[in-house]
């Protein structure tokens, strides 16, 4: 089971991932997250994969090296 939580607070977006994550959960994610980010403009972003089982790292870097291109913010990743 995979689960998303977003938060944004003190112009953070903060994003707790649970479960396995997979090439499938993280195109959902990324959805999601390009939505949010295209339509409020945020900079400031904490990914949180401390609670999640499994993860497909090759298509999770893969995302963060596309916000990079995309938006360029600052992201951080809670391991």
């Known amino acids: ?3 998303t939580d977003i938060e944004y607070s003190r112009d953070t977006l903060y994003v ?3 479960g ?9 994610l990324k959805k999601k997250l390009y939505y949010i980010l295209d339509e409020y403009n945020i900079l400031d972003i904490v990914i949180n994969i401390q609670n999640t089982r499994m993860i ?3 298509e999770f870097y ?3 090296d596309d916000y ?3 938006y360029g ?7």
């Open 1 to 3: 089971m995979f689960k």
């Open 16 to 18: 707790n991932l649970e």
């Open 20 to 28: 396995i994550v997979n090439k499938k959960n993280i195109q959902i």
């Open 56 to 58: 497909d790292k090759d």
């Open 62 to 64: 893969e995302l963060l």
């Open 68 to 70: 990079d291109i995309k």
């Open 73 to 79: 913010g600052n992201l951080e990743v809670v391991e």
